[in-house]
């Protein structure tokens, strides 16, 4: 589960956590939220950030290597353990300036956030307030009121989507499953 860190949302990307100091030299371990800890070592600078939103210098990564599903990294100016345990539970945040340029019919999942959602017949759903994962797949968090729709980012489901929409054509069944309506 992702922490609830505060930081400046339209400025950075919360890309990860530091999850314990990794040897005696300044490495930590650093859970990536994305999935693929390896795009870590492409970013040219990471910033840290508290739970209660404090903010640190940018910092550059002096190593990077991938190990299962974390990346261990030495940071510059974080030269022993006591500094690696000392920012230790910080989110990680990039500079969503610093992202690559995503190629024709792609984007960045946060970049849905915001959008309305309608279903090819015209309902309005709401509006996506966060992603998640389930394991298996990404998921929209749909919010409207008291509704709430947890639905598939899959190419069979979302037909498309521009700066302010988002077209699903949902499968029988998905958007009941939250109703407590459904027959099993």
Same mark, same amino acid.
């Given at each position: 589960?992702?922490?609830?860190?505060?930081?400046?949302?339209?400025?950075?990307?919360?890309?990860?956590?530091?999850? #314990?100091?990794?040897?005696?030299? $300044?490495?930590?371990?650093?859970?990536?939220?994305?999935? *693929? &800890? /390896?795009?870590?070592?492409? =970013?040219?600078?990471?910033?840290?950030?508290?739970?209660?939103?404090?903010?640190?210098?940018?910092?550059?990564?002096?190593?990077?290597?991938?190990?299962?599903?974390?990346?261990?990294?030495?940071?510059?100016?974080?030269?022993?353990?006591?500094?690696? #345990?000392?920012?230790?539970?910080? $989110?990680?945040?990039?500079?969503?300036?610093?992202?690559? *340029? &995503? /190629?024709?019919?792609?984007? =960045?999942?946060?970049?849905?956030?915001?959008?309305?959602?309608?279903?090819?017949?015209?309902?309005?759903?709401?509006?996506?307030?966060?992603?998640?994962?389930?394991?298996?797949?990404?998921?929209?968090?749909?919010?409207?009121?008291?509704?709430?729709?947890?639905?598939?980012?899959?190419?069979?489901?979302?037909?498309?989507?521009?700066?302010?929409?988002?077209?699903?054509?949902?499968?029988?069944?998905?958007?009941?499953?939250?109703?407590?309506?459904?027959?099993?």
């Amino acid at each position: 589960m992702v922490d609830d860190f505060i930081y400046p949302a339209e400025t950075y990307l919360l890309i990860g956590k530091v999850i #314990e100091p990794h040897g005696l030299k $300044g490495e930590v371990k650093i859970f990536s939220y994305a999935g *693929q &800890p /390896g795009n870590i070592q492409s =970013y040219k600078k990471l910033f840290l950030v508290t739970l209660s939103g404090e903010l640190s210098q940018a910092y550059s990564m002096e190593k990077c290597r991938v190990k299962g599903k974390s990346a261990i990294v030495r940071l510059t100016s974080v030269n022993d353990r006591n500094g690696a #345990e000392a920012i230790t539970g910080m $989110g990680v945040l990039l500079l969503k300036e610093d992202l690559p *340029q &995503p /190629g024709q019919d792609e984007f =960045y999942l946060y970049q849905l956030e915001g959008l309305t959602v309608i279903t090819v017949d015209g309902r309005r759903l709401g509006t996506v307030t966060s992603i998640m994962s389930n394991g298996a797949q990404d998921l929209l968090v749909v919010q409207d009121n008291d509704e709430e729709y947890l639905i598939p980012i899959l190419d069979s489901i979302i037909l498309h989507h521009d700066t302010e929409k988002i077209v699903i054509a949902p499968p029988p069944g998905l958007l009941e499953i939250n109703s407590g309506d459904t027959i099993l």
